[in-house]
Nanobody
Framework: VELVESGGGLVQPGGSLRVSCVTS????????MSWYRQLPGKERESVAI????????YYTDSVKGRFTISRDNAKNTVFLQMSSLKPEDTAVYYC?????????WGQGTQVTVSS
């Protein structure tokens, strides 16, 4: 199982960014996918979750209405579209899945929101 994030970078407050997570090694459409983030000096926190078929999503309150999680099961990829970004969204963003009770993480991608 491999998860590889990309798309992070520096963006100004109010801007947008899309991060991606390309996966391999498992039947992607069978499993929910999650995005987490780790702010400086804080524990990793859940941001958004999407079901295997993409029909159901969940967001933490702080990103509702600003972030959108989606997936392309043909490309084994999950996305996080982030809009109206705030400095407090600065973090390393990770994708995650759980397969047969084992948790898999990507290496993370840094998102920095600053003017």
């Amino acid at each position: 199982v491999e998860l590889v994030e990309s798309g992070g970078g520096l963006v100004q407050p109010g801007g947008s960014l899309r991060v991606s997570c390309v996966t391999s090694g498992f039947t992607f459409s069978d499993y929910p996918m999650s995005w987490y983030r780790q702010l400086p000096g804080k524990e990793r926190e859940s941001v958004a979750i999407i079901s295997g078929n993409g029909a159901n999503t969940y967001y933490t309150d702080s990103v509702k209405g600003r972030f959108t999680i989606s997936r392309d099961n043909a490309k084994n990829t999950v996305f996080l579209q982030m809009s109206s970004l705030k400095p407090e969204d600065t973090a390393v963003y990770y994708c995650r899945t759980i397969i047969r009770a084992r948790t898999y993480w990507g290496q993370g991608t840094q998102v920095t929101v600053s003017s």
